[in-house]
C-alpha cells in the first residue's frame, strides 16, 4: 500500500516549535494550495482558481527546520504521508482530523524569488538563504540541483552489439 503526499503551496500563519513532554520538537502548520477547477457559465467555461487548506505537522528537526526558515506567506515544499486521528473536544464530542505528517520539507522558491516578491510588494521577508537558486532541505543539504558535474558523464557509443537488451 501506498502512503505518500507532495504539496507545494504557502504559509497561510508563521509556524510555532513547541515541544511534547519528552522534550520532542514539533510544529504545525497550514499550507494554501492552489486548485484549478473549470466552472461553466451561461455559455462558456470559465477557469478559476481557489486553494485548499491543508494542516501539517512536522517533528523533531523537520519542525526546528520549519521554524528557524519559513514564516508566513514564503512558498514550501512538503513530502509526507496523509494521517488521520480521533479526539474528542471539550465538550465530549467525537472528532477526527487528517493531516500531512512532513517527512521532508524544502524552500518551494530561491532567496532571489523571495527577494523579488518583497520588492513586489508581497511582504515576504528573505532570510539569510543560499545566494544560489538551490534550496536546502529539511536536513540542511543542498537539495539535488537538477545538474551534474559533467566528470559523471561519459560517452555512450551507438553500437547495438554491446547494448544488454
Known amino acids: 500500500m501506498l502512503n505518500k503526499v507532495i504539496l507545494m503551496g504557502r504559509l497561510t500563519r508563521d509556524p510555532e516549535l513547541r515541544y511534547t513532554q519528552n522534550n520532542t520538537p514539533v510544529t504545525s502548520?497550514?499550507?494554501?494550495?492552489?486548485?484549478?477547477f473549470k466552472r461553466s457559465g451561461d455559455q462558456q467555461q470559465q477557469q478559476q482558481q481557489t486553494a485548499d487548506f491543508i494542516d501539517v505537522v512536522a517533528w523533531r528537526n523537520t519542525a526546528e527546520f520549519v521554524t528557524k526558515w519559513f514564516t508566513k506567506g514564503r512558498m514550501i515544499i512538503v513530502v509526507?504521508?496523509?494521517?488521520?486521528?480521533?479526539?474528542?473536544d471539550k465538550d465530549g464530542n467525537n472528532?477526527?482530523?487528517?493531516e500531512v505528517v512532513a517527512e521532508e520539507v524544502q524552500f518551494g522558491e530561491s532567496k532571489r524569488a523571495a527577494e523579488r516578491d518583497n520588492r513586489q510588494g508581497?511582504?515576504?521577508?528573505?532570510?539569510d538563504m543560499p545566494d544560489?537558486?538551490?534550496?536546502?532541505?529539511?536536513?540542511?543539504?543542498?537539495?539535488?540541483?537538477?545538474?551534474?558535474?559533467?566528470?559523471?558523464?561519459?560517452?555512450?557509443?551507438?553500437?547495438?552489439?554491446?547494448?544488454?537488451?
Open 80 to 88: 509526507g504521508y496523509l494521517q488521520t486521528r480521533s479526539w474528542q
Open 29 to 36: 502548520f497550514t499550507v494554501a494550495v492552489d486548485r484549478r
Open 132 to 165: 544560489d537558486d538551490r534550496p536546502y532541505d529539511s536536513f540542511g543539504d543542498r537539495s539535488y540541483s537538477g545538474a551534474l558535474p559533467a566528470s559523471d558523464f561519459e560517452d555512450i557509443t551507438d553500437d547495438d552489439d554491446e547494448l544488454p537488451f
Open 122 to 127: 508581497y511582504g515576504l521577508p528573505a532570510y
Open 95 to 98: 472528532r477526527k482530523s487528517t
